[in-house]
C-alpha cells in the first residue's frame, strides 16, 4: 500500500495568517491526490481532487500544488471556520489517507 | 442534492458480524460507486471497499476476507458487512459516493455511525 505522511501533525496560527499543510507520498502518485477538511464530530468534506482542483462550493482562499511524492495545502487567508483537522488521501487502490494536521488557534 | 445516511446497531459482539446501510436520497444509486470507509484513533482514515450499481465491488486487501458489500437498486441502498469481528474493528462507519472520472474522490460522505464492538 502507498503511505501518506502529512506534517506537521499539528499546527497553530490565527485568523488572517497563510497556512502550508504538508503531505508525502511513499511513491510517485501523479497527481493523484485529494484533500479532506474535517470538523469535530462531523464526516470529512472534499476541498481539493486531483492535487489542485478545487471542489465546486470551497471558498479561493483553499489550493492545493505538487505532483509525484510531494502536495502541499495553502490556506491563503485563515478564517475562523477553517479550524479543523486536514487529511490528504491518494487514489491509486487500496486508497490511503494521511494522519491529518490539526489546525488550532494560536 | 444527494444525501447518504448510515444506520445500523451501534454495538456488535466480538466474533460476530458488523451489519450496516447506506440510504441514498435525493439522487439515483444507479450511477457512481459508492464506498465504505472507516475512521478509528488507531488506524485513522481507511477505505473498506466500493460497489457499483452492477454489483462490481473492490475490497481493501486488508480487510477483503471479512467484508461483503452489496447493494440494492430498487430501496436506493447499499449494505456493509463486517464477519468476525474484534474490538479493531470499533470505528466511526461512513458511507459516500465515489466520483471516478480522470480523478477518484469521496463526496458526499454520510454523517457517520460509531460502531463498538465488546461483549
Known amino acids: 500500500d502507498i503511505q501518506m505522511t502529512q506534517s506537521p501533525s499539528s499546527l497553530s496560527a490565527s485568523v488572517g495568517d497563510r497556512v502550508t499543510f504538508s503531505c508525502r507520498a511513499s511513491q510517485g502518485i501523479s497527481n493523484y491526490l485529494n484533500w479532506y477538511q474535517q470538523e469535530p464530530g462531523k464526516a470529512p468534506k472534499l476541498l481539493i481532487y486531483g492535487a489542485s482542483s478545487l471542489q465546486s462550493g470551497v471558498p479561493s482562499r483553499f489550493s492545493g500544488s505538487g505532483s509525484g511524492t510531494d502536495f502541499t495545502l495553502t490556506i491563503s487567508s485563515l478564517q475562523p471556520e477553517d479550524f479543523a483537522t486536514y487529511y490528504c488521501q491518494q487514489t491509486y487502490d487500496p486508497h490511503t489517507f494521511g494522519r491529518g494536521t490539526k489546525l488550532e488557534i494560536k | 442534492q444527494v444525501q447518504l445516511q448510515e444506520s445500523g446497531p451501534g454495538l456488535v459482539k466480538p466474533s460476530e458480524t458488523l451489519s450496516l446501510t447506506c440510504t441514498v436520497s435525493g439522487g439515483s444509486i444507479t450511477t457512481y460507486y459508492w464506498s465504505w470507509l472507516r475512521q478509528s484513533p488507531g488506524k485513522g482514515l481507511e477505505w473498506i471497499g466500493h460497489i457499483y450499481y452492477s454489483g462490481s465491488t473492490s475490497y481493501n486487501p486488508s480487510l477483503k476476507s471479512r467484508v461483503i458489500i452489496s447493494i440494492d437498486t430498487s430501496k436506493n441502498q447499499f449494505s456493509l458487512k463486517v464477519r468476525s469481528v474484534t474490538a479493531a474493528d470499533t470505528a466511526v462507519y461512513y458511507c459516500?459516493?465515489?466520483?471516478?472520472?480522470?480523478?477518484?474522490?469521496?463526496?458526499?460522505w454520510g454523517q457517520g455511525t460509531l460502531v463498538t464492538v465488546s461483549s
Open positions: 459516500a459516493r465515489e466520483t471516478t472520472v480522470t480523478y477518484n474522490w469521496f463526496d458526499p
